[in-house]
């Protein structure tokens, strides 16, 4: 079982756009501790040892926290439910982040 460190996501704005999973080469910069900060999860603590230790990726390129990155990572295909080797409580924590990211950034109860 994977140690999955949970951390809260530097944003700056929020957008509703269309949401794709960003890889490596989207970001401006090849610091890996910079581009953690779009994302909720590393397996190997922050800043990750590398760019495939990150999941749940919920703020776009650009800095904006992006409400249909948050829906994705709450529930469905590429929801924190379906990472391989989270432990439950770290599992809750991050549902629970998720849902506080929605509410302060966009009003929306995505409940649990």
Do not use: C
């Amino acid at each position: 079982m994977a140690d999955y460190a949970l951390h809260e996501p530097d944003y700056s704005g929020t957008t509703t756009q269309d949401w794709d999973a960003p890889q490596e080469s989207d970001f401006d910069t090849d610091d890996l501790g910079d581009i953690a900060d779009h994302f909720l999860l590393s397996a190997s603590g922050f800043p990750p040892e590398n760019f495939t230790d990150l999941k749940l990726p919920v703020v776009d390129p650009d800095g904006k926290l992006n409400e249909n990155a948050l829906q994705s990572a709450h529930g469905g295909a590429h929801s924190v439910d379906e990472i391989d080797g989270i432990d439950d409580e770290t599992a809750a924590d991050t549902k629970d982040a998720i849902e506080d990211l929605a509410r302060d950034g966009f009003h929306e109860d995505l409940g649990s």
